[in-house]
């Protein structure tokens, strides 16, 4: 009988975003050794198009209580743990959830991003020595090193891409819109977006821009954000779109379609953090507009494929969307060159194969 795998991610409601595209690229690659049981939240209510089973499972409110519990019993039975976009809370619930010192191989932890503070560290130390087994899985050698530091077994592999549906395209198209992708947050720059989007309407630039302004969980209640999407809806620019729903899987990816793509984000947030937009654009031949000092401005200095901002404001990204356009087939051929590469390098199978034990080296995280 096959070994199962856990895919635990609480916050997985629907067939959109990052985290559908994250817990799909894993259960597929572990689909071949593995039966699969997702977990998700129990407003889950599309059709589960990935490899085994989805359990509607979490709901909002109760999750760490219902993490808890799921995480006791799931420990005492035979299988495999992956906690998909796990934070420290999750660490600490599965630590306590264990029945003694887990063994090794048992539960694993893919922590996307860190807020290193000093009383982390220290907490996550202590924890270290409680579960030292207790492995974590990082996008970035950053990440990876300061759990080590802790004291835990901690392996850098690269963030992992689904299995692109659509067919890769030979040719780049061309320019047709301006694209601020994923969800609403101010950290990602909202703020420099409406700023620029009010710049676009005083010197009267008829540039096509889009902007997702659906937000993520976290961030339903952030009263600046409010505000400043208050402020970009009286924007008067002519050709401003707004998508105020969070886009299917498919509507998702024609978004990039001829798109140039705005992540002014904040360079301290973002500097070792991996972008899943980035990538999404890289796949649709989209060039990249990017703060300098972050993860997706090395990856689009590395090809060449779009421009890095000095400065995150309204009139450098002019002064960038105006040099993209300028050679835009260019631009949009080196992205689409790319995509192939950078899929590649960020295929699932590295993170499932330090799951299952069949790693065969520590770091594969790769160049990012």
């Given at each position: 009988?096959a070994?199962?795998?856990?895919?635990?991610?609480?916050?997985?409601?629907?067939?959109?975003?990052?985290?559908?595209?994250?817990?799909l690229?894993?259960a597929?690659?572990?689909?071949?050794?593995?039966?699969?049981?997702v977990?998700?939240?129990?407003?889950?209510?599309?059709?589960?198009t990935?490899?085994?089973?989805?359990?509607?499972?979490?709901?909002?409110?109760w999750?760490?209580?219902?993490?808890?519990?799921?995480?006791?019993?799931?420990?005492?039975?035979?299988?495999?743990?992956?906690?998909?976009?796990?934070?420290?809370?999750?660490?600490l619930?599965?630590?306590?959830?264990?029945?003694?010192?887990l063994?090794p191989?048992?539960?694993?932890?893919?922590?996307?991003?860190?807020?290193?503070?000093e009383?982390?560290r220290?907490?996550?130390?202590?924890?270290?020595?409680?579960?030292?087994?207790?492995?974590?899985?990082?996008?970035?050698?950053?990440?990876?090193?300061f759990?080590?530091?802790?004291?835990?077994?901690?392996?850098?592999?690269?963030?992992?891409?689904?299995a692109?549906?659509?067919?890769?395209?030979?040719?780049?198209?061309?320019?047709?819109?301006?694209?601020?992708?994923?969800?609403?947050?101010?950290?990602?720059?909202f703020?420099?977006?409406?700023?620029?989007?009010?710049?676009?309407?005083?010197?009267?630039?008829?540039?096509?821009?889009t902007?997702?302004?659906?937000?993520e969980?976290?961030?339903?209640?952030?009263?600046?954000?409010?505000?400043?999407?208050?402020?970009?809806?009286?924007?008067?620019?002519p050709?401003?779109?707004?998508?105020e729903?969070?886009?299917?899987p498919?509507?998702?990816?024609?978004?990039?379609?001829?798109a140039?793509?705005?992540?002014?984000?904040?360079?301290?947030?973002?500097?070792?953090?991996?972008?899943?937009?980035?990538?999404?654009?890289?796949?649709?031949?989209?060039p990249?507009?990017?703060?300098?000092?972050?993860?997706?401005?090395?990856?689009?200095?590395?090809?060449?494929?779009?421009?890095?901002?000095?400065?995150?404001?309204?009139?450098?990204?002019?002064?960038?969307?105006?040099?993209?356009?300028?050679?835009?087939?260019?631009?949009?051929?080196?992205?689409?060159?790319?995509?192939?590469?950078?899929?590649?390098?960020?295929?699932?199978?590295?993170?499932?194969?330090?799951?299952l034990g069949?790693?065969?080296?520590?770091?594969?995280?790769?160049?990012?």
């Amino acid at each position: 009988m096959a070994e199962t795998l856990h895919l635990i991610e609480p916050t997985l409601a629907d067939a959109a975003g990052h985290g559908h595209a994250l817990v799909l690229a894993l259960a597929q690659a572990a689909a071949p050794d593995c039966e699969v049981q997702v977990w998700a939240a129990r407003e889950f209510r599309s059709a589960w198009t990935g490899p085994g089973r989805l359990h509607a499972h979490f709901s909002r409110g109760w999750r760490r209580p219902q993490a808890f519990a799921l995480y006791r019993r799931l420990l005492r039975e035979p299988g495999r743990l992956l906690i998909t976009t796990a934070g420290t809370t999750d660490l600490l619930l599965a630590a306590w959830a264990a029945p003694g010192r887990l063994g090794p191989g048992k539960c694993h932890a893919f922590v996307h991003w860190l807020n290193a503070r000093e009383s982390k560290r220290r907490l996550l130390t202590r924890l270290a020595r409680r579960q030292p087994h207790l492995q974590i899985l990082a996008p970035t050698d950053s990440v990876a090193r300061f759990f080590r530091d802790c004291g835990f077994d901690a392996v850098a592999v690269p963030y992992p891409l689904a299995a692109d549906a659509r067919p890769a395209a030979s040719q780049a198209g061309t320019f047709d819109h301006l694209l601020v992708a994923g969800g609403a947050r101010l950290d990602k720059g909202f703020d420099c977006i409406v700023e620029l989007a009010e710049l676009m309407a005083q010197r009267g630039l008829d540039w096509p821009l889009t902007i997702q302004v659906s937000r993520e969980e976290r961030h339903r209640d952030d009263a600046a954000l409010t505000q400043w999407i208050a402020r970009l809806r009286a924007c008067k620019l002519p050709r401003l779109t707004l998508r105020e729903d969070t886009p299917s899987p498919a509507d998702y990816r024609r978004l990039f379609d001829g798109a140039v793509v705005l992540q002014p984000y904040r360079p301290g947030t973002f500097a070792d953090r991996v972008s899943g937009v980035t990538l999404d654009a890289l796949a649709a031949g989209a060039p990249v507009i990017a703060t300098d000092h972050t993860w997706m401005a090395r990856l689009v200095q590395r090809f060449d494929a779009g421009v890095v901002l000095q400065e995150r404001t309204p009139q450098a990204l002019i002064a960038a969307i105006e040099r993209v356009l300028a050679d835009h087939a260019a631009y949009a051929q080196r992205a689409l060159q790319a995509a192939a590469q950078v899929r590649a390098e960020h295929s699932a199978r590295p993170l499932i194969d330090q799951v299952l034990g069949r790693a065969k080296h520590a770091d594969t995280a790769g160049p990012t």
